[in-house]
Every structure is written in C-alpha cells, then in structure tokens.
C-alpha cells in the first residue's frame, strides 16, 4: 500500500522497511523486545531461520536480521507452524493444515488505494475475509486523524458478498494518549457496526519520510499497543497488533504484549517468527479477482469468525 501525506491519507503496509537501516554489528545490545536481546552476526536472507532454547535463553538464526539471542518470557506461546504443513497452489496462495485439515483462512486488506472492488468474485475466487482500513492518522507534525473514503462501501459490499469482516487502524500514535484517541475514532465510524475479525492496530515508521513516529521508542510503542487494544476491547470488539519480526522482536516488551494477537507481516517463504502470531500477511504484491492491481493477502491461523 502507499504512503501519502497529502492529499490522499496515508495507510500503507510497508513495514517491512522499518528496521531496514539498522546496522547489525558483532556486538550490538537491544534492552527491549523480549528482554535483553543480542544480534550477533548479520545473515543471507537464503539461510533458513532456526531457533535454540537452553534455559532461559533462545538463540535464533534469523534469515533477515541474523544470529539473536534473547531472554524468554515465560507464559508466552511459542510459534509450533511448520513448513511442512503449508501447501502453496499454482497462483501462490497458501494454506496450512494440521492433521490433515486445512486450518487457514484466505483474507486480503483494504483500502481507498484499491478502489472499487467486486467482492463477490473475490469471494467466489476463494477468500473468506477482508480486513478493511476504517482510517487513520496522518504522519505530519500536526497528526490529524482521517477516514478511509472507501470503508462504509466495502464494509457493505463485503458483508452482502458473504464475506467475514474485520478493520485496521493506520495509526501515527506517538504516546498511550494519541492510541486511545485513535482507537475511539475507529470506534465512533464503525458505529456499532459487526466484526468477524479483529480491529487492527497498524502502527508503522515512515522510513521514506520525516514523521512524528520517528522517535518512538519501544516502551512506548508497547503503550500504544496495549491502550489500543484494551480500549478497542473494551468496546466488545476483538482486537489484534499489526507487526513484523523486526519491530516485533525490537520494539515490543512481551512481558506485556504476550497475552494479545499479532498479525505478522513476512514475505518471505513461511513466517519464522519465534513467538505466537494469529494471522500472516504473506505477500503485498498479490493478485486476487475483483481487485485491479496488486493486493496485500494474508492467512489467518485463527478463525476469528468462529
């Protein structure tokens, strides 16, 4: 998705870029994210991802950011998907069984950029829920909050189609007090209206840019999760975290962040994320009928609508 301050609003997905400037040396120390965390070695993006427990700490080969150590935190689930149970098809969509059952769902996000959309044969194409940009906050010094144009359109289109429903907050919080604002926005456009799927918090640096988000730091980042979800939560909604491995291992303090979902963004092959996470967003470059262009699509591990 794009990122533009003006005119239209910002709402892309291209976190992946976020930590794309961190200099991975011999020897550098992280005191966030999942405790004390060491990066020692760079790596090729080629070389699989494994990862090492031995007592309180786990060693991880990541294939992006490299060799990791960190400290466990206790309580929080570990990541049991296996390459082994992802089935890709002949379009590159793919799914995940356990036991010999498929258990994902095929999702794609929306918003403005992809314009006007046929449900009807996205659903007949195969997918079973959208996750739709309800709005957001624009990334300039002043942060004003915006709603997607589209969203009140494809929110009915989606439900008439038969499509599971679930939204996304583009958030430029800067403090626990900009979440809260952020999330009660969302909650007054929604207006009491049903989900599926969760309310995304979509919290992402503006790497191409200046941005008020970019002297976040993680504790604060986790204050902002933790306020947008519990208030979102609070409402009678369900709610998830927006993320990928690098700001999910950098960023967020787990001792607090253990007990929510995560939708993870990861491009690559299959998602290696050591910890838990809900819902994969597995390609920005996709193609599904009843979008022109390309589209972000994703799996969910977790049937929200359940």
Known sequence: MKHSQTPAPSGGKR????IAVIVLSAALIIGVGYGAMRILNPKSADDPTSA??????VTINDSVMGDIELKTVKGAEVNTYTADNLVTDENGVPSYY???KKISH????????QGDVDFAAMKEAGVEFVMLRIGGRYYGDDGVLYTDNKFDTNYEKAKAAGLKVGAYFFSQAISAEDAKQEANYALEKLNKRQLDYPIALDWENIAEEEARTDKV????LTDIAETFCDTIEAAGYKSIVYS?????FIMYDFE?????????ADYREF??????FDMWQYTMTGSIAGVEGTVDMNISFTDFAD
């Not at 095929?106 to 950029?113: A, K, N, P, Q, T």
């Not at 990928?244 to 999910?248: D, I, K, L, R, S």
């Not at 253990?258 to 993870?264: E, G, M, N, T």
Request: glycine share 12%; charged share 20%; aromatic share 14%.
């Open 98 to 100: 356990e036991n010999g």
């Open 217 to 220: 730091m993680g504790d604060q």
């Open 106 to 113: 095929l999702g794609v996000d929306l918003s403005e950029f």
């Open 271 to 276: 998602p290696t994320m050591y910890y838990k």
């Open 244 to 248: 990928n491995t690098q700001q999910m």
């Open 15 to 18: 976190i992946g870029v976020i």
């Open 52 to 57: 090492t427990a031995a007592g309180e700490v």
């Open 256 to 264: 607090t962040m253990k007990d929510y979902d995560f939708w993870l």
